[in-house]
C-alpha cells in the first residue's frame, strides 16, 4: 500500500510498546507494593518495642532511636501515593547516554521514580533534566547545568508518544510520525503523500484523510526556542511575536502552568483573549497541564466587569449597535489626550471652587502645592487642614466624593464639539467621523433626559421598550474610558463602590488588538511585582477600530518597555504551501523572511466558479464526500462577511453537521463551520474553504491583506480558495 515499514521501524514501535506495558504495571504494582512496606514497618514497629520492654538500660538510647525512625518511616509510606495517569503516564521520552551507561527517562504530569526500577518519569515543568529532551534533538551532544553539577552526554533517542486509554496511538521521532490504522503501525507522511501526490490529484478532490488520526501533546511537540520562553524569566515582562501558527497562545499558556508550578497561585492569573471562542480553548490546553483555576476572559468582558465594579454612575444597558465611526474614535491612541485636557479642566474648576469657600486662598494654595498629585490626593489635603470651616469642609468633601463619578466627565468630553474637533489632526480621524459621535452621544443623552417623560404599564419608558433605543446605554468601549478617567482622578482603580481586581501575571493574547487605553487600563490589574506577557502578530490585527502603532507601542502603554522579546519563526499549524500562499498574500506587510514550516503539504486549491450558487453547489459535492470520508475532521468556509456566510449555510445545511458561527459560538466538534474572518481569530481547522476571494471582497488594502492572510492560515491540511467575477489580486 505504499507505507509498508522496515523490520528497523517495526522493532523501534513494538519496543515503545512493551515500555509502555511494564510502566503500566510497575505504576499499578506501586501502591501494593507500597503498602508490603509498610506492613514490614509496623512489624519492626513491634519487634523493636518487644526489644524496649527487657533490653538493657543502656541499650534503651539505640532501641529507642531505631524506633524513632521506624515511626518517620511509616508516617511517610502512609500518605497517599501519587502516581502517573494510567490512561496517559508521559507523552515524551528519551535515552541518553552518560558515561557508557544509558537512562531511559519519559516525559510526563506526574513524577514517578522507583529505586528499584529501570526507568524514571519526570514531571516536565519542574525536571531540570526535562531540558535535554526539548534543547538538544536525537543523536545531538549534550551538556547541561545542574544546581551542583554539569552532566553531559549524547540523547541517543528521543521520540513524543502519544498515549490515551492506556496505547500508545502515535509515536512521532526524527521527523516521522508512525500511527496505529485498523490495527498496524504505519507511516502517516507517506500515507499522505499517496492521498495527495503526484501529479496534482490534491487540486481535484479536497481532503488528505488525515483528520481522523491522534494528535501527540503539544507538550512534546515544543521546540527549543518555545521551550525557552515558557522556562523565561518570570520577574521580567515578556512579548512573544510570531506568524500564525506559531504557537504564540500555547508558549504563553505553558509559561502560566510553569509559574504555577514555580509557586503562582492559579488564582492569581488572569489570562485575556480577544473573544469567547478562544477561552474554551485556553482552558482545555491549561486543564491539560492540570490548571484549572486560572481565569480566562475576553478583555472586553473584563474590563466592563471590573468598571461595573469601581464606576458607581454607569448605565446599566450596553449598547449592543454602536456605529464603527464612533468606535474608531473612542479608541484612538489621541482621545488619551482629550482625556487629558479635561481633566486639566476639572483642575482649574476645582481651584475656583476652592478660591470661593472661607479662607479660600489658603485652600486653594495647598490644593495648588501638590500639584504633582491626583484629584483625590489633593482634595484631600486641602480636607486634612486645621481650622477648616464646617462649611468648607463640607463643600470639601462633596468634591472629593465627585472624584469617583466618572461616567458623567465623559459624556462631558464626547459632547465637547469644540474639544472633539481637535482629533481632526489624527490622520484616521475626519470631521464626519467626529460629527457621527456627537450625534450618538447628544441621542444617548437626549433620550436619558426625555426617557422618563413617558412611562409604559410597568413604568419604563416607551422608548425604552424598543429595541434601537439608545437611552441610558453605555457603549462597550466607554468602560475603558471610565476607568482611565477613574484613575487620572484617584491614582487607582478603586472607588467605595469596590475595587478592581489585581493579578500577578497577566497573559494578553492577541494584544495587536488592544486600544491604548485599554493597554494602560489593564497594566492597572498588576498587582506590585505582577508582570505580563503579551503575545501577538501584527499580521493578523484586523479590526478596523484599532490603531496598531508598534510593539513597543504596546509594550509603553502597559509599563513594560524592559520586556524581552521572543520571536516564534516556525509554523507549526499549516504546511509549506499554505505558509507560502499567506506570505504572497501579506505582500509589503510580510516579514523579510519567510516563515519555517514544520512540514510539506498539498497545493492550495484556486478555483474560479461563475456564481456564488454554483460555488455552493461543488461545495455541496465536495463536503458531502468529505464528511463521509473524515467524519472527525473539523472543516471551516471562512467569508468575509455575515451575509454571505448565512447564505452558503442555507445551501449546505442538509449535509449533515453544519453549523452557521455567529458571535463566536464554536462548539469544537467535528463538522462543518461556517463563519466570518473576523470570528476565527486564534482558531484552527482541518480543512479550511475561503468561497468569496474576488476583488470586492478582498481589494488591494492592507487590511484586507490581513483578513485574507488570517482566514488562509487557520488550515492545517489544506486549503481551498474560490471565486467568482474578477479574483483579488492579493492572490
Excluded at 526524527?174 to 498496524?184: I, P
Excluded at 508558549?251 to 488572569?270: F, M, T, W
Excluded at 505582500?587 to 461563475?610: Q, Y
Aim: glycine share 6%; with cysteine; aromatic share 8%.
Amino acid at each position: 500500500m505504499g507505507e509498508e515499514l522496515s523490520e528497523l521501524e517495526i522493532h523501534f514501535l513494538v519496543k515503545h510498546e512493551q515500555y509502555l506495558d511494564e510502566v503500566l504495571k510497575t505504576i499499578t504494582s506501586a501502591p501494593e507494593k507500597k503498602g508490603a512496606d509498610l506492613d514490614l514497618i509496623h512489624t519492626t514497629i513491634a519487634q523493636i518495642k518487644e526489644e524496649i520492654k527487657v533490653g538493657k538500660e543502656e541499650d534503651l538510647g539505640g532501641l529507642f532511636y531505631q524506633l524513632n525512625l521506624q515511626y518517620q518511616l511509616a508516617s511517610r509510606y502512609s500518605q497517599k501515593i501519587k502516581t502517573p495517569d494510567l490512561n496517559s503516564p508521559y507523552f515524551g521520552y528519551m535515552r541518553i547516554v552518560q558515561n557508557g551507561e544509558s537512562k531511559d527517562i519519559f516525559l510526563g504530569h506526574t513524577s514517578f521514580i522507583e529505586a528499584e526500577g529501570d526507568f524514571r518519569i519526570v514531571d516536565w515543568k519542574k525536571a531540570p533534566i526535562s531540558r535535554i529532551f526539548y534543547d538538544f534533538k536525537e543523536g545531538e551532544n549534550f551538556e547541561l547545568e545542574l544546581p551542583k553539577k554539569v552532566i553531559s552526554g549524547v540523547v541517543e533517542e528521543s521520540s513524543i508518544l502519544t498515549i490515551y486509554g492506556g496505547k500508545i496511538h502515535r509515536v512521532d521521532r526524527a521527523g516521522k510520525t508512525y500511527v496505529k490504522k485498523d490495527g498496524k503501525w504505519i507511516n502517516l507522511h507517506k500515507l499522505c503523500e499517496k492521498f495527495s501526490g503526484g501529479q496534482g490529484s490534491a487540486t481535484r478532490k479536497l481532503g488528505l484523510g488525515a483528520s481522523g488520526f491522534s494528535t501527540p501533546d503539544v507538550l512534546g511537540l515544543l521546540d527549543r526556542d518555545q521551550y525557552a520562553i515558557v522556562q523565561a524569566d518570570a520577574t521580567r515582562p515578556l512579548l512573544i511575536t510570531g506568524g500564525a501558527g506559531s504557537g504564540k497562545t500555547t508558549v504563553a499558556l505553558y509559561r502560566i502552568a510553569q509559574l504555577c508550578s514555580d509557586g503562582l497561585a492559579q488564582s492569581q492569573a488572569l489570562v485575556l483573549v480577544p473573544h469567547k471562542g478562544l477561552i474554551k480553548l485556553s482552558h482545555t490546553l491549561l486543564s491539560s497541564v492540570g490548571i484549572e483555576k486560572v481565569n480566562v476572559k475576553t478583555s472586553s468582558h473584563w474590563i466592563e466587569l471590573q468598571a461595573r465594579k469601581v464606576v458607581a454612575d454607569l448605565p446599566k444597558r450596553l449598547c449592543l449597535e454602536t456605529p464603527e465611526d464612533v468606535r474608531m474614535v473612542k479608541r484612538h491612541p489621541a482621545m488619551l489626550t482629550l482625556l487629558g485636557e479635561h481633566i486639566g479642566k476639572l483642575t482649574f474648576k476645582f481651584s475656583e471652587q476652592l478660591l470661593k469657600l472661607d479662607d479660600g486662598a489658603i485652600l486653594q494654595s495647598v490644593f495648588n502645592e501638590f500639584s504633582d498629585q491626583c484629584l483625590l490626593i489633593r482634595l484631600k489635603k486641602v480636607e486634612k487642614l486645621k481650622n477648616i470651616q464646617a462649611t468648607a469642609k463640607f463643600h470639601v468633601e462633596q468634591m472629593i466624593h465627585s472624584t469617583f463619578f466618572v461616567w458623567e466627565d465623559l459624556l462631558e468630553v464626547l459632547s465637547d464639539k469644540k474639544l472633539l474637533m481637535t482629533l481632526t489632526s489624527q490622520p484616521e480621524i475626519s470631521g464626519r467621523m467626529v460629527e457621527r459621535l456627537l450625534e450618538h452621544t447628544n441621542r444617548q443623552l437626549k433620550e436619558r433626559d426625555e426617557s422618563s417623560k413617558t412611562k409604559g404599564i410597568d413604568s419604563q419608558s416607551v422608548e425604552a421598550q424598543t429595541n434601537f433605543d439608545l437611552a441610558q446605554t453605555v457603549d462597550g468601549e466607554d468602560f475603558a474610558l471610565c476607568l482611565k478617567l477613574l484613575e487620572l482622578k484617584t491614582s487607582a482603580l478603586n472607588a467605595p463602590k469596590g475595587r478592581a481586581r489585581k493579578f500577578k501575571h497577566i497573559v494578553l493574547d492577541e494584544a495587536q488588538e488592544l486600544s491604548s487605553v485599554e493597554l494602560q487600563v489593564i497594566s492597572k490589574f498588576l498587582a506590585p511585582g505582577g508582570q505580563v506577557t503579551v503575545a501577538g502578530d501584527s499580521a493578523q490585527q484586523i479590526d478596523k477600530t484599532t490603531n496598531f502603532i508598534s510593539w513597543d507601542h504596546v509594550l509603553s502603554n502597559l509599563g513594560a518597555q524592559d520586556a524581552s522579546a521572543s520571536e516564534l519563526a516556525i509554523s507549526y499549524r499549516s504546511p509549506s504551501t499554505i505558509v507560502e500562499f499567506s506570505h504572497h498574500i501579506l505582500g509589503p506587510l510580510a516579514p523579510t523572511n519567510l516563515p519555517s514550516a514544520g512540514r510539506v503539504g498539498s497545493p492550495v486549491r484556486i478555483d474560479h466558479l461563475p456564481h456564488l450558487e454554483q460555488a455552493c453547489l461543488v461545495l455541496y459535492e465536495a463536503l458531502s464526500d468529505l464528511v463521509i470520508a473524515e467524519p472527525k475532521a473539523s472543516i471551516a468556509i471562512i467569508c468575509n462577511e455575515m451575509k454571505t456566510a448565512g447564505e452558503i449555510y442555507s445551501a449546505l445545511r442538509e449535509i449533515g453537521p453544519v453549523r452557521l458561527i455567529v458571535d463566536f459560538e464554536f462548539n469544537f466538534q467535528p463538522g462543518i463551520d461556517i463563519s466570518t474572518v473576523d470570528q476565527v481569530k486564534g482558531l484552527e481547522f482541518d480543512y479550511v474553504v475561503i468561497p468569496d476571494a474576488n476583488i470586492e471582497n478582498y481589494p488591494v488594502r492592507n487590511r484586507t491583506r490581513k483578513r485574507l492572510y488570517l482566514a488562509a492560515t487557520r488550515a492545517i491540511h489544506q486549503l481551498w480558495v474560490l471565486y467568482s467575477g474578477e479574483k483579488s489580486h492579493l492572490i
